[in-house]
């Protein structure tokens, strides 16, 4: 079963860091680009950063840029999203997901792990 | 990256179709065929239902539909059914590596 388990999330504080894990299992996960997206509570979906299935492309919004970290190990299946200088406004459930190598459609989903950032 | 702008709401009786839309600019929905939408239940994982504009993964009812003019893309629910009901989001790929969601709208089934 092609399945993506995000881990990792949590409270913390204002400024602090956080690092998220997203393990993939029933595919060549070294084959599909892959990205993190966030949901706020209540809110719509936020696209937060991309990476090539080799890791040598990576891109994020501008919201998160210069703050967060995306990489992978391929060795692994494992998919991960440093956090650090965290705001009040990245609390979010944070999506790992799969680019289904056409249009830029993201066709699996993790359950997703909840962020919360506190003062 | 401003996000695609999408109604909050639609509704439909049982068996109706309703169309909702998501208009972007000419940087995103106007310049590209990478259009997909997403059907998100309460407390679940978004899920893919259409992209490349209308193209329908397998496993999607063909009761699902998409379609794109201009800056504007629209998702048509016909005959609709009591699980339809869902939040629902377009994404547009927007150059450069990045993709923008819409707001969301969500879907009333009367």
């Known amino acids: 079963e092609v399945q993506l388990v995000e881990s990792g999330g949590g409270l913390v504080q204002l400024g602090g860091s956080l690092r998220l894990f997203c393990a993939a299992s029933?595919?060549?996960?070294?084959?599909?680009?892959m990205n993190w997206v966030r949901q706020a509570p209540g809110k719509g979906l936020e696209w937060v950063s991309y990476?090539?299935?080799?890791?040598?492309?990576?891109d994020y919004a501008d919201s998160v840029k210069g703050r967060f970290t995306i990489s992978r190990d391929n060795a692994k299946n494992s998919l991960y999203l440093q956090m650090n200088s965290l705001r009040a406004e990245d609390t979010a459930v944070y999506y790992c997901?799969?680019?289904?190598?056409?249009?830029?459609?993201?066709?699996?989903w993790g359950q997703g792990t909840m962020v919360t950032v506190s003062s | 990256q401003s996000a695609l702008t999408q109604p909050p709401s639609a509704s439909g009786s049982p068996g109706q179709s309703v169309t909702i839309s998501c208009t972007g600019t000419?940087?995103?929905?106007?310049?590209?065929?990478?259009v997909s939408w997403y059907q998100q239940h309460p407390g679940k994982a978004p899920k893919l239902m259409i992209y490349?504009?209308?193209e329908r993964p397998s496993g999607v009812p063909d009761r699902f539909s998409g379609s794109k003019s201009g800056n504007t893309a629209s998702l048509t629910v016909s005959g609709l059914q009591a699980e339809d009901e869902a939040d629902y989001y377009c994404?547009?790929?927007?150059?450069?590596?990045?993709?923008?969601f819409g707001g969301g709208t969500k879907l009333t089934v009367l």
């Open positions: 997901v799969r680019d289904m190598g056409r249009g830029w459609a993201l066709d699996i």
């Open positions: 029933g595919f060549t996960f070294s084959s599909y680009e």
């Open positions: 990476i090539s299935g080799s890791g040598s492309n990576i």
């Open positions: 000419s940087s995103d929905v106007g310049a590209y065929n990478y």
């Open positions: 490349e504009v209308s």
């Open positions: 994404c547009s790929y927007a150059g450069s590596k990045k993709v923008v």
